[in-house]
């Protein structure tokens, strides 16, 4: 995430970082959580509508608190939420194979789920040549299994993926963690 509004960090403010551990990436980076006073600076952005909730937060109670931010900017439509076309519908793949590698949440019904070599597909639209699906690894399926979530019960289901457009034949998204599937409300 980055910080559009200097208000959030500014100069003056006394910043803490709150991380899983010390180590940096391969790349030298280290992932923390920022807060100015008490006040988380990611949860506030998501809060304000001005970034996207990533799937990868190991902590529960963090991650339950950063979704239940942006949950409030997408129902009070602020911020990015206030665009209609923040939420990708899964039946449109040419808005979605627009954002090729860019991170994305998609919208809409699991027509079919089905198992090909090592990866399943949760099918948004018959055609698996043009039409967006999600994949899931076979080893990802025990986690899936282990929060109650396995891929079968999604067929029929109302779902929002969030991750990273590519496109294999249709638009895909790899679904990496439990955290980037939300079903939603009804069939």
Same mark, same amino acid.
């Given at each position: 995430?980055?910080?559009?509004?200097?208000?959030?960090?500014?100069?003056?403010?006394?910043?803490?970082?709150?991380?899983?551990?010390?180590?940096?990436?391969?790349?030298?980076?280290?992932?923390?959580?920022?807060?100015?006073?008490?006040?988380?600076?990611?949860?506030?952005?998501?809060?304000?509508?001005?970034?996207? &909730? @990533? *799937?990868?937060? =190991? !902590?529960?109670?963090? %991650?339950?608190? &950063? @979704? *239940?931010?942006? =949950? !409030?900017?997408?129902? %009070?439509?602020?911020?990015?939420?206030?665009?209609?076309?923040?939420?990708?519908?899964?039946?449109?793949?040419?808005?979605?194979?627009?954002?090729?590698?860019?991170?994305?949440?998609?919208?809409?019904?699991?027509?079919?789920?089905?198992?090909?070599?090592?990866?399943?597909?949760?099918?948004?639209?018959?055609?698996?040549?043009?039409?967006?699906?999600?994949?899931?690894?076979?080893?990802?399926?025990?986690?899936?299994?282990?929060?109650?979530?396995?891929?079968?019960?999604?067929?029929?289901?109302?779902?929002?993926?969030?991750?990273?457009?590519?496109?294999?034949?249709?638009?895909?998204?790899?679904?990496?963690?439990?955290?980037?599937?939300?079903?939603?409300?009804?069939?």
């Amino acid at each position: 995430m980055f910080v559009r509004r200097r208000s959030l960090v500014a100069r003056g403010h006394d910043v803490t970082l709150h991380g899983e551990d010390d180590t940096p990436d391969r790349y030298g980076r280290q992932t923390a959580f920022v807060f100015v006073a008490e006040t988380s600076v990611q949860s506030e952005l998501l809060r304000r509508g001005e970034a996207l &909730l @990533a *799937a990868d937060v =190991a !902590d529960k109670d963090c %991650a339950g608190t &950063l @979704a *239940a931010a942006e =949950a !409030d900017a997408i129902k %009070a439509k602020i911020g990015i939420w206030s665009a209609p076309t923040a939420i990708k519908n899964a039946e449109s793949p040419g808005d979605i194979l627009a954002g090729i590698g860019r991170f994305t949440v998609v919208e809409g019904k699991v027509l079919s789920v089905r198992q090909t070599g090592a990866t399943t597909y949760l099918n948004f639209g018959r055609n698996w040549t043009q039409d967006f699906a999600a994949t899931i690894s076979r080893r990802m399926i025990p986690a899936f299994e282990a929060a109650g979530l396995s891929p079968k019960s999604l067929e029929n289901r109302r779902i929002r993926v969030r991750g990273f457009v590519s496109s294999r034949g249709g638009p895909r998204i790899e679904v990496l963690r439990v955290g980037q599937i939300e079903v939603l409300g009804g069939k």
